[in-house]
């Protein structure tokens, strides 16, 4: 079981746009989000965090991925900034970095939670 989604502050043909080379993903408007699944759970995972502020570019980005196995990654970027970065691997803590209030994640659970809480 696996969980891995991604709100961009954007309409959806810009988020569609941005993401079109990253295989089978899933668009669902959400007023002015769009909401992106992976339903493979491969494409999305294990990104540099380089590459999701490229990504967002001058948006809002938040990125969340959980699995059985105990992984989880969580990224909040803003306005070309990441605000917020936690990667888990197997249950060891990779990087833990950033202090927001508005997306504060801490663990395996956190970032399940705030996936299953946030980005319906």
Do not use: N
Request: negative net charge.
């Amino acid at each position: 079981m696996f969980e891995c989604k991604v709100m961009i502050k954007a309409p959806l043909d810009r988020a569609e746009a941005r993401l079109q080379e990253c295989g089978e993903l899933e668009f669902f408007p959400r007023k002015e989000w769009t909401l992106v699944e992976d339903p493979s759970g491969t494409q999305l995972f294990g990104w540099e965090v380089s590459s999701w502020v490229e990504l967002a570019g001058d948006t809002e980005l938040i990125y969340a991925y959980y699995d059985e196995d105990l992984s989880a990654e969580f990224l909040h970027i803003k306005d070309g900034v990441c605000l917020r970065a936690y990667l888990e691997y197997s249950g060891e803590v990779d990087t833990d970095e950033g202090a927001d209030p508005e997306t504060a994640v801490s663990g395996w659970s956190g970032v399940a939670g705030y996936l299953d809480k946030h980005m319906i």
